[in-house]
């Protein structure tokens, strides 16, 4: 078998490119090693920037995005008992849409089946060969029979744990990592909002966020522990913590209802920049890890397929590749912007066990700052919008 760009994972990063590679001609594979189901199962975020809700849009895949997603155009900071808007579209004109990523990729996989090019589910054994050579190609077992798919170039959108990068020698990577001593534990609940908008509350107890799915589902996280187990929580002690720390002294109170989903997810900051290895170049988290505060994570992975897909149109129309090799660093600045907003809001807003009555004191200083004062609001909307010069 023989493609263009052979594609590792179908997350929204390698479901994206194939489709905007599709859009110029260019042939892709993608293989994943998950199922079909598992892949529009699995909860993640569900924060999209302005910048990736105009990319969906133009490429054709938002329309049940902009149905069925909610626009929001500010969201909460609560402290120390009070509440305070960022109003998004006021300092910045731009707003995000809270739409969850398995829809996205339910959009992406539904474009990539109408276009008559499925992705390889459910493969195993992956490999790369041949990255330093002009005849890349990735090695996978499907239904117990091996395959190899030549490319001219691959692209890693496999995740964190997956075998792109690590076909990278270890010498050759510069990757920078950093390791919260927290996790978030997330909630799926049968509810009305609480709030129209989504609310960040730091609490001496440790970090909240409310946060929503549609009208009937909402999405809720507190801090804990990462090595803790979600059979630990039984639903009362999740809304006592969770009314603990988001209620503030106006008397509003968060709506309870059936929590059908519980999970815990560990925090870590993390990037590779070598992006690119001969011919393969990696995308998404497979070349990067920001902790869920920012909600940055699927933000950057389509900023990395979007400057890619362009740097392919550009070979495959004239030989350059120009593009290509530029592309580490072209996605780097945006990755490392994320990275600095990202670890800024999670220090701001989580309880760190260590932390002095002086650390914790700066904290809300820090706070009251970001809530008062126009500039500082408007560096955290601007961030948070992804409406950056670059
Ligand atoms: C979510 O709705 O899953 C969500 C929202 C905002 C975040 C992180 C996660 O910062």
Known sequence: ?????????????????????????????????????????????????????????????????????????????????????????????????????HEVIKDLVAARVAAGSEPVFSVSDTSLDGL?????????????????????????????????????????????QRIYPFGWFGILVEAPPSSEELIYARHDRGFALISTRSPGVQRMYFQCDPSGSVENWSDDRIWSELHARVEAKDGW???????????????????????????????????????????????????????????FKLLYATGSEAKLDAYPDDALKRVWRAEHF?????????R?????????????AELKYVASSRAASTALAENYVGMLAS
């Open 352 to 364: 760190f066990d260590d932390a002095t009555p002086f650390q914790q004191q700066l904290q809300v």
């Open 1 to 101: 078998m023989r493609t263009q760009v052979g594609i590792i994972g179908a997350g929204p990063a390698g479901l994206l490119l194939s489709h905007l590679l599709h859009l110029e001609g260019i042939e892709s594979v993608v293989i994943e090693s998950r199922s079909r189901v598992e892949i529009e199962a699995t909860i993640r975020a569900g924060v999209l920037e302005q910048g990736t809700m105009d990319l969906l849009s133009k490429c054709g895949l938002g329309e049940r995005m902009r149905r069925e997603g909610a626009l929001h155009r500010g969201f909460e900071l609560a402290f120390e008992g009070g509440r305070h808007r960022i109003d998004l579209t006021e300092l910045t004109g731009h707003a995000i849409t809270v739409y969850a990523q």
């Open 342 to 350: 990202s670890w800024w809001m999670t220090s701001m807003l989580h």
């Open 132 to 176: 330093e050579s002009e005849r890349p190609s990735i090695r996978y077992t499907c239904d117990g029979e091996e395959h190899v798919l030549e490319c001219d170039h691959i692209v890693g959108c496999d995740g964190f744990h997956g075998p792109s990068r690590a076909a990278i020698p270890e010498h050759l990577r510069s990757e920078y």
């Open 253 to 311: 109170k968060l709506t309870e209802g059936k929590i059908f989903q519980k999970n815990i997810v560990g925090m870590r900051s993390f990037v590779c920049s070598t992006m690119r290895h001969g011919k393969l170049f990696l995308a998404g988290d497979a070349a990067h890890i920001v902790p869920p505060t920012g909600a940055k994570g699927m933000n950057l992975a389509v900023n990395d397929v979007r400057i890619l897909s362009e740097a």
